[in-house]
């Protein structure tokens, strides 16, 4: 499948789509959204980049085997979870930085376990299907 | 108390990046670990000799009720100074046992790891934490039996012992839980004492019995579980001392002795604990006569000794008590030695035949020193530590009550098997004239012997100055057991009928092991038995099983994923179907539905259009295309029905099943019809009645009455609590934060399950 328009558009589709990525992962506290469809989104990023380019080239582009991605993400979700426990209160104890930042809004634990929801399902979906693509 | 129990864990988990520096003979250092912690258990000795019991309490899972708690008191103490000190001796010895062997890292995390469980059990005052710490002891016991894992043997000892204790360990965990919710779900065995609750009254007092009794005799190798112990001995010696002889089958003895405060005191549990003991020393003690392997017959005077134990906890008086927890120690000391020794013989003269070891005092005779005084321990010699144990042991049989006869007879022919057996083991092979075989062997380094030879010598001090060990070690756990009794031990009672009877032993025991030789013939006639032993039972009723287990699977786990889902969707169908069938007649209340509108009904009619497509068509991307289609008019439904979240989620997934499916299709050939008309009309109908059934349980569901507390719930504490605006997010995030990191896990595992069933292949083809 390769064709010149769906090349050129992907490469311009993944920044979009990436960025489209984390624009749902951080609204989704308060409208539709959140880090598993984010991570969803982003990985269909990926995917239509392989496409386009060949998964040679997504994978020079991602540097790291997705499959990185899912302890990295587990880790800082599991953080997130453990870090109210410093202070002595239970395990994943929603703790909120008062003031909201720009652009991103509230800041707090919760958010990074977000985070670390939309690393995992990228890196599970990423290496599910570059496996399959891969040995099929 | 937490870092002591703790650091043998930690020093394991290091050992994984510094383990390298432990080859090369440097091992020894690691001694440090097992010395540090008797020595920090010995400081706590004067506290706990005053009747304080040393407790520290960490907050594990409160709402459950259950806290890492540990409570040095003088059981716990007895048992931690006999680990690690038994330990030192071990570590030390492995240093040099092992030094060649590349992976003695390994080695010294598993013991570690078993050191540290077995501390924990014997300190944690909780039961979870006791169940917990006891597994963690099966577990790495199962690792260091097969710790020569490229003999099929050893595997399959390992598996046999993991088999067998594993299975005591949940039968551990019901006592564990049933003791808790029998004492309002109180978990302390200390606050449950104090407490004053009448276990032996309480109706569930039978069941935990046998709970109790099954997780303790399959750990202390009682009849019949007896088997797994002398398979066990395809470990290396030095584990052998360790865990099989001196600490980790004695946790079956620690949990009888520390539950007989709050279980003891009514019949149900001394005959059982008396029978079985006293069946189990006499089964062993003569199955050992006809052994030939040192180890094989060092084993079965170790099931022997636990089966005594095991009937003085049965008799239960306070002279029965005391008798088992001087036996304990003395035990240990006269046991491990013998093993290490054994270990020795095999190491330089290269068997453990007994028929054929003789005469090796010339080439190392301080070995033989230490398997001469392990010896006179074992037996019972005047002036060793076992002839104080001996004593009290017939002391107690004779003062048992209406079986006093039959117990004190069956003590003396177990004393005299003893007695012969550690005579074979620490004596013969050192006997006589050295054959011209054995011309090769020589001394061993003294990091070999020099710490059995200790343990023997610790046996034959305390049977010198018994005083010393029954006022600071023995007196503070007779007095956590039996408030108030006696704890005087003494080298001499004067003219008495225990005095008789451990003369008979000796003269009896010393003729049995003049007269009575070991010999393959004796032993092939033995195993001849093996047919009808428990042992061989149980291999066949494993064997039953695994063929049963075998059909089973290749029945219903075939390798075709057709079958799988079929499967799958006919229990289901099943199921669901009987439950919707018990549960009455649905009825579907039209009224309460909306009217149809004109684009559920367009999408309807795409959604049908499209699974007849998907059914029918002759060409795989078409049909997987037209499952997309399906996904999405579905997507268009949960927007039409303001669930915004779901139709996203819905919208990428389904994008990327049809992904999937096309990078799979992509590279099959051409469409073939392989499924028979017959299969197409029974999946087809498996289908239909799946649907169907789904669709049943959906009208069903809408009967239910709805309980709006759930939503109304989060919908007032999102913003509140949560400072979230998104219901939906907010609970995957905060309120079932901790489903979704299980689920995130479980995600990563289908990840690396898919990968490695794709890219490790076997490279040895």
């Given amino acids: ?136 | 108390m937490l870092a002591a129990v703790l650091s043998g864990f930690v020093f394991a988990f290091a050992l994984r990046f510094v383990g390298r520096y432990l080859r090369n003979g440097n091992a020894v250092w690691a001694t440090a670990l097992p010395l540090g912690l008797f020595v920090y258990f010995a400081s706590l000795l004067p506290q706990v000799g005053r009747g304080e019991a040393v407790t520290e309490v960490w907050e594990w899972a409160p709402s459950f009720g259950v806290a890492l708690a540990f409570r040095a008191d003088g059981l716990a103490l007895l048992f931690a100074l006999i680990i690690t000190g038994i330990g030192t001796l071990i570590y030390w010895y492995t240093s040099n046992y092992l030094k060649d062997h590349p992976s003695v890292d390994r080695f010294f995390a598993y013991l570690s790891i078993f050191m540290g469980a077995m501390l924990g059990m014997v300190l944690s005052d909780d039961l979870i934490a006791l169940f917990l710490f006891w597994e963690l002891t099966s577990i790495s016991s199962f690792f260091l039996i097969g710790f020569k894992n490229e003999e099929a043997a050893s595997r399959r000892a390992a598996l046999t012992a993991l088999t067998v204790t594993g299975l005591g360990g949940l039968l551990l965990l019901a006592a564990a839980v049933l003791i808790g919710q029998a004492a309002g779900g109180e978990y302390s065995l200390q606050t449950i004492r104090e407490g004053g609750l009448d276990l032996t009254a309480h109706p569930w007092y039978g069941i935990i019995l046998f709970f109790v009794f099954g997780a303790a005799f399959t750990k202390s190798a009682q009849f019949p579980f007896h088997f797994w112990l002398p398979g066990a001995m395809k470990a290396p010696s030095p584990v052998s001392a360790y865990l099989h002889s001196a600490t980790m089958v004695k946790a079956g003895v620690y949990l009888l002795l520390r539950l007989s405060p709050l279980l003891g005191g009514h019949d149900y549990w001394h005959i059982p604990l008396t029978i079985v003991g006293a069946f189990t020393m006499v089964y062993a003690g003569v199955n050992l006569l006809f052994r030939t392997d040192l180890k094989s017959i060092l084993a079965y005077s170790t099931v022997a000794a636990l089966g005594v134990l095991v009937m003085l906890i049965g008799v239960g008086t306070a002279e029965a008590m005391l008798a088992a927890l001087v036996f304990v120690p003395a035990h240990a000391l006269y046991k491990a030695p013998l093993f290490l020794i054994t270990g020795i013989l095999d190491h330089s003269a290269g068997s453990r035949d007994v028929t054929r070891l003789a005469g090796l005092r010339h080439v190392m005779w301080p070995v033989a020193l230490a398997g001469g005084l392990a010896a006179l321990s074992n037996a019972g010699f005047p002036l060793s530590f076992g002839f104080v144990g001996k004593d009290l042991i017939y002391e107690a049989t004779l003062h048992s009550g209406s079986w006093a006869y039959w117990l004190t007879g069956a003590a003396v022919l177990t004393g005299v098997t003893l007695f012969y057996g550690g005579f074979i083991a620490g004596v013969k092979p050192f006997m006589g004239v050295l054959p011209e075989s054995f011309k090769a062997a020589h001394l061993p380094p003294g990091a070999l012997w020099i710490p059995p030879l200790l343990a023997a010598a610790a046996g034959i001090f305390f049977g010198l100055f018994p005083g010393l060990a029954g006022h600071a070690l023995i007196a503070p756990a007779l007095e956590g057991l039996m408030p108030g009794a006696n704890a005087h031990l003494a080298v001499w009672h004067g003219f008495n009928t225990v005095l008789l009877l451990s003369g008979i032993t000796l003269a009896a025991g010393a003729a049995l092991y003049y007269f009575f030789k070991p010999s393959s013939g004796k032993e092939a006639f033995v195993e001849r038995l093996e047919g009808i032993s428990p042992k061989g039972i149980a291999e066949r009723i494993s064997k039953a099983a695994m063929a049963l287990f075998g059909a089973f699977t290749h029945t219903l786990q075939n390798g075709f994923l057709r079958y799988y889902i079929l499967m799958i969707l006919s229990f289901t169908i099943a199921l669901i179907g009987y439950g919707l069938y018990t549960g009455g007649p649905v009825n579907v209340d039209l009224s309460r539905m909306t009217e149809l509108v004109g684009y559920e009904i367009a999408l309807l009619g795409i959604m049908l259009i499209s699974v007849l497509f998907t059914v029918f068509t002759q060409s795989r991307l078409a049909a997987v295309a037209a499952m997309g289609v399906t996904g999405y008019a579905l997507c268009l439904l949960f927007v039409f029905y303001s669930a915004p979240d779901l139709a996203m989620t819905q919208f990428t997934i389904d994008t990327l099943t049809v992904i999937l499916f096309v990078l799979v299709l992509y590279r099959l050939p051409r469409y073939l019809p392989i499924s028979s008309p017959g299969s197409r009309l029974r999946d087809g109908a498996v289908a239909l009645a799946f649907g169907g059934m789904i669709t049943a349980l959906a009208l069903a569901v809408l009967n239910e009455p709805m309980t709006p507390e759930v939503s109304a719930f989060y919908a007032e504490n999102a913003y509140t609590m949560a400072k979230g605006k998104n219901i939906v997010n907010v609970i995957l995030v905060d309120f079932r934060g901790a489903d979704t990191l299980v689920e995130i896990s479980v995600l990563t595992i289908a990840a690396i399950g898919v990968y490695s069933l794709l890219k490790l292949k076997p490279t040895n083809d």
């Avoid at chain 1, 582009?61 to 997705?66: A, G, I, N, S």
Wanted: glycine letters at 10%; zero cysteines; charged letters at 5%.
């Fill in chain 1, 1 to 136: 499948m390769k064709t010149i328009i769906l090349q050129t558009a992907s490469n311009y589709l993944l920044p979009l789509l990436l960025l489209f990525s984390v624009f749902i992962l951080l609204r989704g506290h308060y409208l539709p959204g959140g880090g598993f469809v984010g991570g969803l989104v982003a990985s269909i990023a990926f995917v239509l980049h392989a496409f386009a380019n060949g998964l040679d080239k997504t994978r020079t582009l991602l540097r790291l085997h997705p499959a990185y991605f899912m302890p990295a993400g587990l880790a800082i979700a599991l953080l997130s979870g453990l870090a109210p426990m410093l202070s002595a209160l239970p395990f994943m104890t929603a703790l909120w930085y008062p003031t909201p930042a720009p652009v991103v809004g509230m800041i707090g634990s919760p958010l990074f376990f977000d985070i670390g929801v939309y690393l995992v399902v990228t890196g599970a979906t990423l290496t599910i299907i570059f496996t399959i693509s891969e040995t099929a």
